[in-house]
């Protein structure tokens, strides 16, 4: 098919490009970003006029339930909600069932993520043998197998000689560890930040020392290892301030954060909202700023929706009891750029959070508009209004605190690998 973009504001983060121009694709490819191309005929126009045209979105963890939960969720429905959120690459999380541990997993998803054919779906591969954090996984085959990094998924590694030698097996590989730093001791049984709300609430808390200690020990082996790391879903700012001294060290990590880390806080649980209810809990006010600045000063890379669909009964009963996650696919952009609107980030920098700081971060080919790249595109209508109403999310998963949320961006198009793939 051939295509072409009329009228939009072209932003390409990656190459600082901001400009009126129309884009034209052949062969699932952007041959020309200029404002005419003679001797082209299309076969489909898209009319982009008074709108943003810009790298289809890159999400660096994203639960699609399958396999192994596809009662809640499958490829496919998952594959349809991040299309209409203008999301065109995603990562899969190795906690799937049956782990993503071998080759095979890692082609049973590759598969049926082809047959949806609307997004690109990267794996993850497991640290270890089934997540359990006692021997290592066969990482050489998995990296073969095309996963994009290693991680062990919400399982702490608490043998900290494992965790060393996983680290150690993974530099060697030249494979980034995704990491989600938390102390399974310290955070065991909790289901809240712990302080004033969680006091009040009765809900056994989380410290924040249960990231912070954990981050140190990390660091401490990442440095002694020289392994590629990325820290996933930071959620306190004394974290945050640790990662951002060893990266001025030259320790060589990233990290990203959650849309709804950015956005809500501990008081957002008000009389024990478990739609509220997440890993890492939602932590202090002065924690979300400061994540708001790790963002704005480049500290923290990527956004990401963290997205874990949920079926319904699963945030019902009493607080601690409920599963916690945020169906994020549809709100990763409008959440994003409602920072934008409050003045918290500049467009630019809320663009490469979320396209190509996170392409860089997986050593990818994604994120930009460039002649030659694949036409991953997503236009986004800058005058919509409209009310977050999670009952109509494409996800199977309905489970969203936004409920009600206004919102002012929103995607129109989404293009992957050159196809219309979501028109709303």
């Known amino acids: 098919m051939k295509c072409v973009i009329q009228g939009g504001r072209v932003i390409d983060p990656a190459s600082q490009l901001e400009a009126d121009h129309a884009i034209y694709i052949a062969d699932g490819k952007i041959v020309a970003i200029t404002d005419t191309l003679d001797g082209f ?8 006029r008074g709108r943003i045209v810009c790298p289809g979105l890159v999400d660096l963890s994203a639960r699609l339930r399958e396999p192994g939960q596809e009662h809640t969720a499958t490829i496919d429905s998952e594959s349809r909600a991040a299309s209409a959120g ?12 049956p782990v993503i541990d071998t ?4 082609e049973l998803i590759e598969d049926r993520a082809k047959k949806a054919g609307r997004v690109m779906v990267l794996t993850m ?16 085959a998995l990296k073969q197998a095309g996963c994009v990094g290693v991680s062990n998924g919400l399982n702490a590694v608490k043998n900290t000689v494992v965790w060393r030698r996983a680290l150690e097996y993974a530099a060697t590989l030249d494979l980034t560890v995704f990491i989600t730093a938390a102390d399974g001791w ?21 410290p924040e020392s249960a990231e912070t200690i954990a981050v140190m020990r990390d660091l401490l082996l990442i440095e002694q290892t ?15 301030s640790m990662i951002r001294d060893a990266q001025e060290k030259g320790l060589n ?10 956005h809500l806080c501990e008081h957002d649980l008000g009389n024990y909202d478990s739609f509220s209810h997440v890993m890492p809990p939602l932590r202090s006010i002065r924690d979300r700023e400061q994540l708001q600045q790790g963002v704005r000063s480049g500290v923290i890379q990527a956004i990401c929706s963290h997205h874990q669909p949920l079926d319904a009964d699963a945030k019902l009963g009493p607080f601690a009891e409920t599963q916690p996650g945020i169906s994020g696919l549809e709100t990763l952009l409008p959440l994003t750029l409602k920072l934008v609107e409050d003045d918290e980030l500049d467009l630019r920098t809320a663009l490469a959070s979320l396209t190509c700081q996170p392409a860089a971060i997986l050593g990818i080919e994604a994120g930009q508009l460039k002649v030659g790249a694949t036409a991953d595109i997503c236009v986004i209508d800058t005058d919509a209004h409209y009310e977050c109403q999670p009952n109509q999310f494409v996800s199977a998963g309905k489970n969203s605190p936004f409920a009600g949320w206004l919102f002012h961006y929103q995607p129109c198009y989404t293009l992957f690998q050159g196809k219309l793939v979501y028109q709303r």
């Open 41 to 48: 005929t299309a076969d489909v126009t898209l009319d982009a």
């Open 86 to 97: 203008g999301i065109t690459t995603l990562v899969v999380p190795p906690d799937t069932d």
């Open 103 to 106: 080759p095979a997993v890692v």
């Open 125 to 140: 591969g497991a640290l270890t043998q089934q997540l359990d954090g006692e021997l290592l996984a066969e990482m050489a």
């Open 186 to 206: 310290l955070q065991r049984q909790g289901c809240i930040h712990e302080g004033t709300v969680s006091a009040r609430l009765g809900l056994n808390g989380i």
């Open 226 to 240: 020289g392994v590629r790391a990325h820290f996933h879903n930071i959620s306190s700012g004394r974290a945050l």
């Open 253 to 262: 990590i990233t990290a990203d954060v959650s849309a709804h880390h950015l």
